[in-house]
Antibody, heavy 122, light 111 residues
């Protein structure tokens, strides 16, 4: 079974760093893009960026460029989303997604992780 | 403010047909394919439609979609109670370095 399993909920203080993870299984991890999608409380979905684990090619949404770092480790089939200094406005649910290779999101995001809740509060 | 525009809500009674619109521009829907996602309460979103009108694996044929110019639409025929969810359109946007943009989402209520 193809699945993405994300790390557990996090509660952090403003200014702290954080790295959440997403482990893929049931498919060749290095051959599919892995992305991250944010959902702030009561709001819609926002695409943050994607990485191709095979060569680490990374594309960020302009809204998130410089705010987060997306990375991947093919040896353990795991992708990461990290912050160096969290803000209260980073409080949200974060989903990792799998995207088949293809022109400009042709196939969409076909597998979703269960989500990781990040709460940033003093 | 989302790049793609969807109505915030839509509703229908069981068995009815509901249609959701998604409006974009030449840099996204006008030049790329549209995907649709269903987000049921308390679950992760799920791919419903990809490449404008192709149903993802396991999606019933009650769900259909189309695209014309810079707009797209999702139709749910034979509405069922389990269809009550948020629906999002998404497309690649060629502006800047290229990225995916979502609509703001449409809450479908089954009356």
């Amino acid at each position: 079974e193809v699945q993405l399993v994300q790390s557990g909920a996090e509660v952090k203080k403003p200014g702290e760093s954080l790295k959440i993870s997403c482990k893929g299984s049931g498919y060749r991890f290095s051959s599919y893009w892995i992305g991250w999608v944010r959902q702030m409380p009561g709001k819609g979905l926002e695409w943050m960026g994607i990485i191709y684990p095979g060569d680490s090619d990374t594309i960020y949404s302009p809204s998130f460029e410089g705010q987060v770092t997306i990375s991947a480790d093919t040896s353990i089939s795991t992708a990461y989303l990290q912050w160096s200094s969290l803000k209260a406005s980073d409080t949200a649910m974060y989903y990792c997604v799998r995207r088949p290779s293809g022109t400009k999101d042709y196939y969409g995001m076909d597998v979703w992780g269960q989500g990781t809740t990040v709460t940033v509060s003093s | 403010q989302s790049v793609l525009t969807q109505p915030p809500s839509a509703s229908g009674t069981p068995g009815q047909k509901v249609t959701i619109s998604c409006s974009g521009s030449s840099s996204n829907i006008g030049s790329n394919t549209v995907n649709w996602y269903q987000h049921l309460p308390g679950t992760a979103p799920k791919l419903l439609i990809y490449a404008n009108d192709l149903r993802a694996s396991g999606v019933p044929d009650r769900f259909s979609a189309s695209k014309s110019g810079t707009s797209a639409s999702l139709a749910i025929s034979g509405l069922q109670s389990e269809d009550e969810a948020d629906y999002y359109c998404a497309a690649w946007d060629d502006s800047l370095s290229g990225h995916v943009v979502f609509g703001g989402g449409t809450k479908v209520t089954v009356l």
